[in-house]
């Protein structure tokens, strides 16, 4: 098992920026990816970025150049980093954990980004 905690979110202004994290505990040993993904009313689920454990990085289309996502692997936690923000963006942001044989999610926190 694999425990997610999230922190940060809030409400911002377009153009702003805001900080979210997630520390992992458990059995979180091994080839792993920490990621995040978002989900905005009446739409799916959607990969925002994610860092394996080798510093692998990969972003949507739609967050390059404005998102960062960084690692701590010897905290087991993973942050994103969004500066210039855009209502569009808001959504739940989900933290989610991936192993060779199991995944995980975090609760999820609120990023509202007002116009």
């Known amino acids: 098992q694999v425990q997610l905690v999230e922190s940060g979110g809030g409400l911002v202004q377009a153009g702003g920026s805001l900080r979210i994290s997630c520390a992992a505990s458990?059995?979180?040993?091994?080839?792993?990816?920490m990621g995040w993904h978002r989900q905005a009313p009446g739409k799916q689920r959607e990969l925002v970025a994610s860092?394996?454990?080798?510093?692998?990085?990969d972003y949507a289309d739609f967050v390059k150049g404005r998102f960062a996502i960084s690692r701590d692997n010897a905290k087991n936690t993973v942050v994103l980093q969004m500066v210039s923000l855009k209502p569009e963006d808001t959504a739940v942001y989900y933290c989610?954990?991936?192993?060779?044989?199991?995944?995980?999610w975090g609760q999820g926190i609120q990023v509202t980004v007002s116009s």
């Open positions: 989610r954990w991936v192993g060779l044989t199991a995944s995980y």
């Open positions: 458990g059995s979180i040993s091994g080839i792993n990816s």
């Open positions: 860092v394996s454990s080798s510093g692998s990085v």
